[in-house]
């Protein structure tokens, strides 16, 4: 067995593929050193011809990557900043110095490198073997192993992940899933069929739901006395409705559903209290729902905004942050939300 192998990708994102890859590789070694191999304008122009709804930052790809392989004590992650680099397939000569570089920072001399590109073999034996100093990060005798060129197991790529996550779900690693998770909350007037909605759209899509925990709170803690709420009630409500927020994103099949999200939860604070809660301010502010559907319930002639609408509106605008309206006006209306709704998250997900 050898001591040290070693696998360079971009891993933008990790997915199956290389996870079988990876994990093959590391049954001959010791120690395999996985590199995340960044490139902040490569990765930018990568993200923009995606169709993914948010960007990785360096962290999280090599986060990705650590959690993943957490309980496999062989594999070590590295990070390597190809920034300046030009482009692949030029380059090779600059990337291999900065390849030596990061090896000698971390006192790792290699034995054996993996890849599943053919064309790289040659790449890697004219450029690593030329280097200065090559002994001193690479065996004299150094292999170059092919594993898995077919990729029969996991007939993927990540470019066709990053074109639609959500078609090729069944190919993204666990704790990446939550990377890609998609926030839908269900918002807008009080008695609007907001929570049977977010429910009904939950059971659609065989994934999880956050249900109002401000209702849960009043009837628990204050026996159903509301009007006995105060300032701290509502830092207490956001900290819970944001842990199982978060909770249901952990176990998510692509979507989850949320009832009421911090700006609604803002607006009662509001009319209840007299003044925004600052705990439920932080929330906003750091908090990103992907998907708002609010619904608008008539409550006159008139089509007049309830007290609540007008203040939840102006919070929303007043944070940037957009919304489909639907509206409420009978029980006939539940149906038709429901309908509309599935509509709008597969144009969403680009599902047909």
């Known amino acids: 067995m050898q001591k040290n192998g070693i696998i360079f990708g971009k891993f933008y994102p990790l997915h199956t ?31 923009e011809e995606s169709k ?52 000698l920072k971390n006192k790792i001399k290699v034995d054996i490198i993996f890849t599943n590109e053919t ?15 090559f002994e001193k990060t690479f065996n004299k005798n150094l292999k170059i192993q092919l594993i898995d060129i ?37 918002i807008g007037s009080e008695h609007s069929g907001k929570t049977n909605l977010a429910h009904k759209l939950s059971n659609y899509y065989n994934t999880t739901y956050v249900k109002e925990y401000r209702k849960e709170y009043i009837k628990e803690e204050l026996q159903n006395h509301i009007e006995n709420i105060q300032y701290s009630d509502y830092s207490n409500i956001a900290y819970e409705h944001n842990r199982r927020i978060l909770e249901s994103v952990k176990n998510a099949d692509k979507l989850t559903f949320i009832d009421t999200e911090f700006s609604s939860l803002q607006t009662f604070s509001i009319i209840q209290n007299y003044q925004k809660n600052l705990v439920i301010e932080d929330l ?29 509106q ?29 509509e709008i998250i597969n144009k969403y997900l680009e599902i047909n």
């Open 52 to 103: 993914m709804k948010k960007m990785p930052t360096i962290k999280d790809r090599i986060r990705f990557v650590e959690k993943t392989f957490k309980h496999q004590k062989n594999i070590k992650i590295i990070h390597l900043a190809e920034d300046g680099i030009p482009f692949y397939p030029n380059g090779w000569k600059l990337w291999s110095e900065r390849v030596q570089e990061a090896l």
């Open 284 to 312: 906003i502010k750091h908090s990103s729902f992907d998907i708002l559907i609010y619904i608008e319930k008539e409550i006159n002639s008139k089509n007049e905004k309830s007290e609540f609408d007008n203040i939840l």
């Open 150 to 186: 077919n990729r029969n197991n996991f007939h993927i790529s990540a470019t066709e992940i990053r074109k639609n996550p959500y078609k090729n779900w069944f190919f993204i690693p666990k704790y990446i899933r939550e990377f890609f998770v998609l926030k839908v909350a269900i």
């Open 17 to 47: 593929g290389h996870v079988n890859f990876i994990q093959i590789a590391s049954g001959y070694v010791e120690n395999l050193y996985v590199v995340v191999c960044t490139d902040e304008d490569r990765d930018k122009k990568l993200y």
């Open 119 to 133: 064309q790289d073999v040659e790449n890697y034996k004219n450029n690593f073997l030329t280097l200065p100093n």
């Open 314 to 342: 102006h919070l929303l605008k007043k944070n940037n942050q957009k919304f489909i309206k639907l509206f409420y006006k009978n029980n006939k209306s539940l149906t038709e939300n429901y309908i509309k709704s599935i």
